[in-house]
């Protein structure tokens, strides 16, 4: 039997050519809005991408795409993720959950279970991405994604500028190293806000401190995310931000971050087809 599983898991994975974890080690730092808007983004120039939320006990992307009314479906064999676009597929656990506001109460062997089964059972397809979007802390789920996907092409650590999530950004570098995971970079959110009277940027949370961090760790920036409340707005909303902002400062860094995910992946990456 787990002779069968590994090989499940092999054939599972090898449909994938990329595999990102973004996690952060705080709470409340924006890290599910940024893997959606990653994830979307992707989708957005036709890279087939998959979005899976192991927040087991918190899963927000159902909520963050307007999905929260939807359920997974099995064909016989495999799960069916959810379609959200033609290009975008995903898996979360908050479309098992038949009531919205019930705690999910689960040692770490059941999640990692569950963890597995969303891996292995998943009919995902054939995708250039898998993005999945880890709840805070170094504990059980980003772990066992670590452990479970052997060729995981790296993790993105998602950071506000104040120091006391910059402490906690440091300890998500180490956990990746020492697990030997590869750190494709820091990202800052919420790094200043443009005032939409007089233009002028005003430093809420501090910032700079996510490119110092990256630099100290010696790991690679990606880019500061200014706060704006069209984010806030549209996730409440259920839509991606970059759906419809392409003149704003926030979504001129997602793609920039995006062309530095690609570019960082590009001797395994398909060329873009748009």
Known sequence: MEQVRKTEMKETILNVKHKILVMSNKGGVGKSTVAVNLAFGLAQRHFEIGLLDIDIHGPSIPKLLNLEEMALRGDGSKIQPVSYTAYLKVVSMGFLLGDKESPVIWRGPIKMKAIQQFLEEVDWGNLDFLIIDSPPGTGDEPLSIIQLIKNLDGVIIVTTPQEVALLDSRKAVNFAKKLKAPVLGIIENMSGLICPHCDKRIDLFKTGGGEKTAAQMGVPFLGRIPIEPDI????????????????????????????????????????ERR
Do not use: C, H, M, W
Request: proline letters at 8%; a positive charge.
């Open 232 to 271: 806030v707005t549209t996730g409440d909303e259920g839509k991606p931000f970059i759906r419809g902002k392409t003149d704003s400062p926030a979504f001129k860094v997602f793609e920039q971050i995006i062309n530095q995910i690609i570019e960082s992946l590009k001797p395994k990456t398909i060329l």
